[in-house]
């Protein structure tokens, strides 16, 4: 089964920077998408960020447009969520999850990492 390992959450002050990593394994295809998620209490979960290994084509929410950068070490299975100029608004549980393909759905993703804590103190 695939297994996912998301880490480098923490907590920063606004306007700081944390690069979360997302480490894939178990799986033989090359061509899947990698999507980060997050969930602040009492809110429903949503989508931050995706990228699709075969092309590095990225997505991004309009909330963390031009703050967010996503990429993919496809020699490493690994994707990353370089997050710059956070805010408050952004502290969540960070999700990363995986589907074969290209998702164009969250249902499309069928294997979930456990999360990281990201924290943005005013």
């Known amino acids: 089964d695939v297994q996912l390992q998301a880490s480098g959450g923490g907590l920063v002050q606004a306007g700081g920077s944390l690069r979360l990593s997302c480490a894939a394994s178990?799986?033989?295809?090359?061509?899947?998408?990698i999507g980060w998620f997050r969930q602040a209490p009492g809110k429903e979960r949503e989508g931050v960020s995706c990228?699709?290994?075969?092309?590095?084509?990225?997505d991004y929410a309009d909330a963390v447009q031009g703050r967010f950068t996503i990429s993919i070490d496809n020699a490493k299975n690994t994707v990353y969520l370089q997050m710059n100029s956070l805010e408050p608004d952004d502290t969540a549980v960070y999700y990363c999850?995986?589907?074969?393909?290209?998702?164009?759905?969250?249902?499309?993703?069928?294997?979930w990492g456990q999360g990281t804590q990201v924290t943005v103190s005013s």
């Open positions: 999850a995986h589907a074969a393909g290209i998702a164009d759905v969250p249902s499309n993703y069928k294997y």
């Open positions: 178990g799986f033989t295809f090359d061509d899947y998408t």
């Open positions: 990228i699709v290994s075969s092309d590095d084509g990225a």
